[in-house]
């Protein structure tokens, strides 16, 4: 095995729960208001420190998309996928982007995702996320909440 390099991310930023390393800004968060097959995920436009596994086509919710997954360089656990190929006309926007799973990484406070959070957080998340697919609306945007 070679010498591991990793990509130094400076300002705040999200890290792999298990081993720290550290895998995307806070700026380059689209959205905190995905699921992945049933967990919550973060969107992002940009993940470093990373390597993606086979494309592979997979039907979700929303349609069927190409997708790699990927996988933390420090500790190699998976974090979530990279959206390569979206079938669906309305999805397109998620080609390049990033789902992580929440319960993989640490917010840029260090801290882990909590599974109850949104049963603590109650009509917040909810009003975020109609708030931010209003937001895409007004903007002309095709995007809407992924539920996949």
Avoid at 115 to 140: H, I, L, S, Y
Wanted: proline letters at 3%; a neutral charge.
């Amino acid at each position: 095995m070679g010498r591991l390099f990793l990509v130094d991310l400076e300002g705040s930023s999200y890290s792999c729960k298990h081993c720290r390393t550290p895998l995307a800004l806070k700026a380059d968060v689209i959205s905190k208001y995905f699921c992945s097959r049933n967990r919550r995920a973060y969107l992002f436009y940009n993940v470093e420190n990373v390597t993606c596994g086979p494309r592979e086509d997979r039907m979700m919710i929303t349609g069927k998309h190409t997708v790699v997954d990927i996988y933390c360089v420090g500790c190699g656990s998976i974090l979530g996928w990279k959206y390569i190929y979206a079938y669906e006309k309305a999805h397109k926007y998620k080609e390049g982007w990033f789902l992580i799973e929440r319960c993989k990484v640490l917010s840029p406070a260090g801290t882990p995702y909590v599974a109850n959070q949104e049963a603590q957080d109650g009509q917040q998340t909810r009003n975020g996320q109609e708030t931010w697919m209003a937001e895409e609306a007004q903007a002309g945007g095709e995007m809407d909440v992924d539920n996949d």
